[in-house]
C-alpha cells in the first residue's frame, strides 16, 4: 500500500518525506486555505512547492463544476509539475472530465466518493486514482471501512485499473484497517501516520535495554 500524505503544510510534507515511506500527496481546498494561501498564483506556486518536496503525485484539485471549467483548471494545473494529479469532484460533469482527461494521458483522483456506484462510474471513466472518504462516512454511523471493502472486491472482480485511495483518514487504526482490506493508497494526516509508531512496550522495552546497558558500562 502506497502512503501518501494529505496536507498542504510544507513542512509536514518535508517531515513525511524525510521518514523515507512517502509516495504522494494529497490536498483540497480546505486544506490550502488552511495554510493561507490566497490567489490563483500563489496557490500555484505551493503547488510548485509540494511537488518539489514530493517528487511523486501530488493531487490538485478544481473548483470548477461545469466541464468546461473543469478542464481549463486542468490543463493549467498539469503546467505547473508532471507530477501533478487532477482532483476532480464525483458530479457528472466530473466523470466527463475524468473521461476526457484520461484519454489525454492525464492523471486523475475522483474525490467526494461515498458509494460503491459511484466507485464504478469513476472507473469506468479511467480514473487513476478514486477517494472515498472513510472518516466523513463514520461520521454519519455509516462504515468508512466496509465501503473500501466493497469497492475492493469489486475492483478486483472486475479487474479495473483505478487505485483505491482510502482519504479523510482520522486515526492510525483506520491506516491499518486499508491496508487489511484492499485500499492501494492511504492519504493520511501526518500525525496518524506517526501514531503507527507508537507502542508502550516499545517505549517500555527500550527503556529498560538502554537501563540495562548502562548497568553494564558502570
Ligand atoms: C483528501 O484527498 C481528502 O480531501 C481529505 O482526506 C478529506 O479529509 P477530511 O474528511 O478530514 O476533510
Given at each position: 500500500m502506497k502512503f501518501f500524505v494529505d496536507t498542504a503544510n510544507l513542512d509536514q510534507i518535508k517531515e513525511a518525506k524525510q521518514l523515507g515511506i512517502l509516495d504522494g500527496a494529497t490536498t483540497n481546498p480546505s486544506l490550502m486555505a488552511k495554510e493561507g494561501i490566497k490567489g490563483k498564483s500563489n496557490i500555484f506556486k505551493h503547488y510548485a512547492e509540494i511537488c518539489d518536496i514530493v517528487q511523486n503525485d501530488v493531487s490538485a484539485e478544481v473548483i470548477?463544476?461545469?466541464?468546461?471549467?473543469?478542464?481549463?483548471?486542468?490543463?493549467?494545473?498539469?503546467?505547473?509539475?508532471?507530477?501533478?494529479?487532477?482532483?476532480?469532484?464525483?458530479?457528472?460533469?466530473?466523470?466527463?472530465?475524468?473521461?476526457?482527461?484520461?484519454?489525454?494521458?492525464?492523471?486523475?483522483?475522483?474525490?467526494?466518493?461515498?458509494s460503491a456506484g459511484q466507485a464504478i462510474l469513476a472507473a469506468k471513466a479511467g480514473a487513476t486514482y478514486l477517494s472515498p472518504f472513510i472518516g466523513r462516512v463514520n461520521d454519519i454511523t455509516w462504515d468508512g471501512i466496509e465501503l473500501i471493502k466493497e469497492i475492493a472486491e469489486i475492483y478486483s472482480v472486475q479487474l479495473y485499473?483505478?487505485?483505491?485511495?482510502?482519504?479523510?483518514?482520522?486515526?492510525?487504526?483506520?491506516?491499518v484497517e486499508c491496508a487489511k482490506y484492499g485500499a492501494d493508497v492511504v492519504t493520511s494526516p501526518l500525525n496518524s501516520i506517526l501514531g503507527l509508531l507508537r507502542h508502550p512496550l516499545t517505549d517500555n522495552g527500550l527503556e529498560k535495554f538502554l537501563a540495562d546497558h548502562r548497568k553494564s558500562q558502570a
Open positions: 470548477s463544476v461545469d466541464f468546461d471549467g473543469m478542464i481549463k483548471e486542468a490543463e493549467e494545473l498539469v503546467q505547473i509539475s508532471e507530477h501533478i494529479v487532477v482532483k476532480i469532484p464525483m458530479i457528472k460533469d466530473g466523470i466527463k472530465a475524468i473521461r476526457y482527461l484520461s484519454d489525454k494521458g492525464i492523471k486523475t483522483n475522483c474525490t467526494l466518493v461515498f485499473d483505478t487505485e483505491i485511495l482510502a482519504a479523510s483518514i482520522r486515526s492510525p487504526r483506520q491506516i
